[in-house]
């Protein structure tokens, strides 16, 4: 098998449009190891796009991406995307339904460490309590890529420190995870290494262990978005 074979994700000069105006440069980037990767940019980089793309959303115009194997990519979307309408307590089972890769015994336990009411409505759960839901049940699909765009936006910092501990928790430690945030303060000790977009562009690839001793990963990627 070849190297490239080998990278849990690869894409190659992948172009994807969005609308008349905005458009993915060609990217090629490769993931080759278990890693959980931050993916920064200002508002309209081209986050969303290149995760939905990944996520088989948005065809690409052009290029490639391909997954090791034939692993599809549990992806979480930047809004709810369990139906309000079900208890708590039927959505292993409803989603299970719905992916072949899920695992319902992971997302019981899932339920069980968020506390959460099995006989409520999804409907029904405060906006930081249905965030915490959508997180567990993406991270209860066995898949070897997760992709999750900004699932730490609208919760209180108590609420983002569980969210961080489901992921470290629950993440298979073979597998790729790429997360989209606005936050980098505080999340240095999630991320392996970092990727930042810009203008659909990659404009800096980090990985963070590699930072010079005393190096901030904030002052690194403000630095590299505020001269791109
Ligand atoms: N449905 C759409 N139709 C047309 N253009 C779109 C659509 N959604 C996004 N765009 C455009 O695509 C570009 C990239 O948007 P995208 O949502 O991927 O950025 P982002 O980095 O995720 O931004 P944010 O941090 O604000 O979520 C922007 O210029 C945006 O205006």
């Known amino acids: 098998m070849t190297e490239s074979m080998n990278a849990l994700l690869e894409l190659g000069e992948l172009v ?12 090629t980037i490769r993931f080759a190891n278990p890693a959980i990767v931050g993916l920064f940019g200002h508002n309209g980089a081209g986050k969303t796009t290149l995760l939905r793309s990944l ?9 490639f991406f391909r997954f090791r194997g034939t692993a599809s990519p549990a992806f979480l979307p930047d ?3 369990i139906y309000k309408f079900l208890r708590v307590g039927s959505v292993p089972e409803v989603l299970s339904g719905y992916f072949d890769d899920f695992d319902i015994a992971r997302a019981k336990s899932i339920i069980d460490d968020l506390t959460l009411d099995a006989s409520k409505k999804v409907g029904d759960l405060s ?3 249905e965030e915490q839901l959508n997180l567990g049940m993406a991270l209860a ?18 609420t983002r420190d569980r969210m961080l501990e489901l992921i470290k928790r629950h993440k ?15 999340l240095e000790s999630l991320f392996d290494e970092c990727v ?14 590699e930072m010079p001793p005393g190096g901030s990963l904030e002052s690194s990627i403000k630095e590299a978005m505020i001269h791109a």
């Open 16 to 27: 994807v449009a969005r609308g008349r105006k905005f458009c993915l440069a060609p990217l």
């Open 55 to 63: 996520a088989g959303l948005l065809p690409p115009k052009s290029g």
């Open 79 to 81: 809004a709810p995307f």
């Open 127 to 129: 906006k930081g309590m």
């Open 141 to 158: 699909r066995r898949s070897s890529v997760y992709l999750f765009d900004e699932p730490l936006a609208a919760v209180d910092p108590v």
């Open 172 to 186: 298979p430690d073979d597998a790729l995870l790429i997360i989209s945030t606005h936050l980098i303060a505080g």
């Open 196 to 209: 930042v977009l810009h203008d659909g562009r990659l404009l800096l690839r980090v990985q963070v262990p």
